[in-house]
């Protein structure tokens, strides 16, 4: 059975990524991450390192999205962790003119290694479920939306739309439900990961 303090580190890594992108504490989110750490979301795709910097742009610009983030559950094998966490991500924008409330519902995979007794994020990306779009107000008319052309037909697409207005490029091959096969890729790498030979 892997150590209690080891799985609570894990947790303890995981939302202080979290809350450092979302708090706006960017040295904290930076600690999560090791120096050779890769990310993969639906606006970036590169290093922790550069995460962190172009999520602090982001900011910078004008987005103040944030995440719901549920208990994670974590796995450790020797050195390795892998831990996932349903996540709800927030955002406002206008599409169409309509100004939208959009939650973008997924789970984030962390795969974490521990160095010299401390545990770090090497990999984060996201498995996309769906989004739930609400106008900011209710009375709007929202037939606009009908026309809206979305940068890709994906159960992300809103969350896409709106970061593709904000000139962000979208990655239109994530993994989600409409791509099952993906899916089993998807969890099949992170499970041959955790378990690989260590050493």
């Given at each position: 059975m892997p150590d209690p303090s080891d799985t609570a580190a894990v947790i303890d890594v995981v939302l202080?990524?979290?809350a450092g992108r979302d708090t706006a504490q960017w040295d904290r989110m930076r600690s999560a991450?090791?120096?050779?750490?890769y990310v993969s979301l639906s606006w970036?795709?590169?290093?922790?390192?550069?995460?962190?910097?172009a999520s602090k742009t982001m900011h910078d610009r004008g987005s103040r999205g944030f995440h719901m983030v549920g208990a994670p559950s974590v796995d450790i094998v020797g050195d390795r962790a892998l831990a996932h966490e349903g996540t709800t991500v927030h955002a406002r924008g206008i599409l169409a003119g309509v100004e939208l409330d959009?939650?973008?519902?997924?789970?984030?995979?962390?795969?974490?290694?521990?160095?010299?007794g401390t545990w770090r994020i090497t990999?984060?990306?996201?498995?996309?479920?769906?989004?739930?779009?609400?106008?900011?107000?209710?009375?709007?008319?929202?037939?606009?939306?009908?026309?809206?052309?979305?940068?890709v037909d994906r159960p992300y697409k809103y969350l896409?739309?709106?970061?593709?207005?904000?000139?962000?490029?979208?990655?239109?091959?994530?993994?989600?439900?409409d791509r099952?096969?993906?899916?089993?890729?998807?969890?099949?790498?992170?499970?041959?990961?955790?378990h690989e030979p260590q050493g």
């Open positions: 202080r990524e979290r991450f090791a120096p050779d750490s970036f795709t590169g290093t922790g390192a550069e995460f962190v910097d959009i939650a973008s519902h997924g789970r984030l995979y962390q795969r974490l290694i521990k160095t010299d990999d984060l990306t996201m498995l996309y479920y769906k989004d739930v779009v609400s106008p900011v107000d209710p009375a709007a008319d929202v037939t606009a939306l009908a026309g809206v052309e979305f940068p896409a739309a709106i970061l593709d207005a904000a000139g962000y490029t979208i990655g239109p091959d994530l993994p989600g439900p099952p096969a993906l899916v089993d890729q998807y969890l099949a790498a992170h499970h041959t990961w955790l």
